[in-house]
Nanobody, 122 residues
Framework: QVQLIESGGGSVQAGDSLRLSCAAS????????MGWFRQATGKEREFVAT????????HYKDSVKGRFTISRDNAKNTLYLQMNSLQPEDTAVYYC???????????????WGQGTQVTVSS
């Protein structure tokens, strides 16, 4: 099992940027696929971005394309999510996840972090 710890959340104004980090420990393997999901109050958890084990292949939710960038540093066992031009609708708890399949479905990820809150005010 992989342990994941997110950091970097906070409260910002619309148009600002944040960078989330997710540190992996335990049975870390570079072959793990990793992703970011988010859950707004009263809504279901939704896919945000995912990357393959090398960080070469990425996929994004349509509404964050061009604003968010997922990346990973395997030497540091860390996943990142650079979020630019943040909007109020991006407000949510953001979770990183690790799994063995390249997927946009939360059910395919078997390790989850505790989440970090991102609040964007207009």
């Amino acid at each position: 099992q992989v342990q994941l710890i997110e950091s970097g959340g906070g409260s910002v104004q619309a148009g600002d940027s944040l960078r989330l980090s997710c540190a992996a420990s335990g049975r870390t393997r570079n072959s793990y696929y990793m992703g970011w999901f988010r859950q707004a109050t009263g809504k279901e958890r939704e896919f945000v971005a995912t990357t393959d084990d090398t960080g070469t292949i990425t996929h994004y939710k349509d509404s964050v394309k061009g604003r968010f960038t997922i990346s990973r540093d395997n030497a540091k066992n860390t996943l990142y999510l650079q979020m630019n031009s943040l909007q109020p609708e991006d407000t949510a708890v953001y979770y990183c996840a690790a799994g063995t399949y390249y997927s946009t479905s939360a059910s395919t990820y078997n390790s989850w972090g505790q989440g970090t809150q991102v609040t964007v005010s207009s």
